[in-house]
């Protein structure tokens, strides 16, 4: 990445929740928007799926990444959940022509680190 990362993408994919539902996580996200210092914000779709995705704007992206990745990458319920239906990404100033792929559903898509 060419500058520092700061622009965090959690995208979910409801129609892969095994045990939640798509007002779950939009009531996840909602809490996010209320409880953390980051800008926080969610949007939703359908392209070829419906989705949710979550969007957190950090000027500290390491502390930001250890908290999305305690809270959606963790063993709990929640976390399971999240785990198995999204996809995660952080963006530079770049956009998307600088990013790193955090976390996929799928284990056999290829990860970068997060320094």
């Known amino acids: 990445m060419s500058a520092p990362a700061k ?4 995208h979910v994919q409801p129609d892969q929740l095994l045990a939640l539902d798509e007002l779950d996580i939009l009531n996840v996200a909602k809490r996010l928007e209320l409880e953390w ?6 949007t939703m779709g359908d ?7 979550i969007h957190i ?5 390491a502390e930001t990444w250890a908290r999305i990745a305690d809270l959606f990458l963790g063993t709990d319920f929640l976390s399971t959940e999240i785990r198995i239906s999204s996809i995660v990404t952080v963006t530079g100033d770049a956009g998307w022509d600088d990013y790193l792929l955090l976390h996929h559903f799928d284990p056999s898509e290829e990860l970068d680190q997060y320094a």
């Not at 622009?7 to 959690?10: K, P």
């Not at 210092?37 to 969610?42: F, K, L, T, W």
Request: proline share 5%; charged share 25%; with cysteine.
């Open 7 to 10: 622009t965090f993408l959690i």
């Open 47 to 53: 392209d070829d799926g419906r989705y949710i995705n």
């Open 57 to 61: 704007h950090s000027n500290s992206p």
């Open 37 to 42: 210092v980051e800008e926080c914000s969610a």
